[in-house]
């Protein structure tokens, strides 16, 4: 119950096009999700996150889309650049507390 | 605004061996975590402090496991002696109090 399930695993997107990252998980307690970008070498930094009173965060060309019916909230990258290619990890947590982190997406945008 | 700093970035030993890492989190931040990260797989949390008191070490193997955090400032992760499963990439983060975490770049742990 406190796993948060993440696809795809990799994904190739040409520049300019919609990169989509999904996420489900199954403790309705989770009251905070965030999404983590991460460059090889580097820990990972905090790029958008939303809470559940919400069913979609938009900041600059990241969006989050939150369902609550379904326990599912996905990350959209519109205009994909090649500087954006990096690792994408979804999490959720209960009061900002104990993040529990999916298994992560390797995003790769071509030129 | 300096991060969270994290030594050494990287540390290989063989098996058995003691092994420690050190983390400075950013000034002010009252909370630290210990994260290991597996490759290919997300970070896990294995310890979280607020100041010097650890209030979630749940997922801290004792046996071979241990940190502290004297003063509720720097902190140590030590584990001895290190297995071969222990090979991993050793994040910190903090926050302040319990909001946005910010992650040191990690230290790169090989067990031979």
């Known amino acids: 119950q406190q796993q948060v399930k993440q696809s795809p695993q990799s994904l190739i997107v040409q520049k300019g096009g919609i990169s989509i990252i999904n996420c489900a998980y199954e403790?309705?307690?989770?009251?905070?999700f965030p999404w983590y970008q991460q460059f090889p070498g580097k820990g990972p930094a905090l790029l958008i996150a939303?809470?559940?009173?919400?069913s979609e965060k938009k900041e600059g060309r990241f969006t989050i889309s939150f369902n609550k019916s379904a326990k599912q909230f996905s990350l959209h990258i519109m205009d994909s650049q090649p500087g954006d290619s990096a690792t994408y990890f979804c999490?959720?947590?209960?009061?900002?507390?104990?993040?529990?982190f999916g298994t992560g997406t390797r995003l790769q945008v071509f030129p | 605004e300096a991060g969270v700093v994290q030594s050494p970035r990287y540390k290989i030993i063989e098996k058995k061996q003691p092994v420690a890492f050190w983390c400075n989190p950013i000034s002010g931040h009252n909370t630290l975590y210990w994260y290991r990260q597996n490759l290919g797989q997300g970070p896990e949390l294995l310890i979280r402090y607020e100041n010097e008191e650890a209030v979630d070490d749940s997922q801290l193997p004792k046996d071979r496991f241990s940190a502290e955090r004297l003063k509720g400032v720097d902190s140590t992760l030590k584990i001895q002696p290190a297995e071969l499963g222990d090979s991993a990439v050793y994040l910190c983060?903090?926050?302040?109090?319990?909001?946005?975490?910010?992650f040191g770049p990690g230290t790169r742990l090989t067990v031979l």
């Open positions: 403790n309705t307690a989770f009251d905070y």
């Open positions: 983060a903090s926050s302040f109090l319990l909001n946005e975490q910010f």
């Open positions: 939303i809470r559940p009173d919400v």
């Open positions: 999490a959720a947590s209960y009061i900002t507390d104990k993040l529990i």
